[in-house]
């Protein structure tokens, strides 16, 4: 069995539907008679609070921020080609979509980079646009704790990267 992951308070940690939270308190509470051990975890940029139990960690996704290998690794994507399928809308829209609440940085990355309109292309969809904001700022957030800077600073970083592709 894997190693059970073990968070202290003021820990950076990613929920892969929420992105980059810090853990602010461990607590104990009782629930339909079961003493749990709850993880407190909140979401600035969401304004949420998230109690997830110690014992759900590992199927819920929670994990602890990405290294810089690798996030490098996921910056990197970024500058590659666009691959863009020419299947629906509707069933691309569910993939990006999939691919964001993965809370992995690789798979956020190719949403940006996929859905990045340089100013000489044509404009997108509402619905495009929601989705490319969604995963920039999700990859910004994870970026901006991994290099200890602000969400402006990691956003800015970004969109240099896909420019320069």
Known sequence: MAEEMTFKSGDFVVYPTHGVGKVTDIEKQEIGGHQ?????ITFSSERMTLRVPTSKVATSGLRKLSTKKMMESALSTLKGRARVKRT???RRAQEYEAKINSGDPVA?????????RSTDQPDQSFSERQIYEAALERLASEVAAVDKTDVDKATKKLEVLLTAA
């Not at 749990?36 to 407190?40: A, F």
């Not at 956020?108 to 990045?116: P, S």
């Open 36 to 40: 749990l051990k709850l993880y407190v």
């Open 88 to 90: 629906m809308w509707s």
């Open 108 to 116: 956020i990355a190719e949403v940006v980079r996929d859905l990045h």
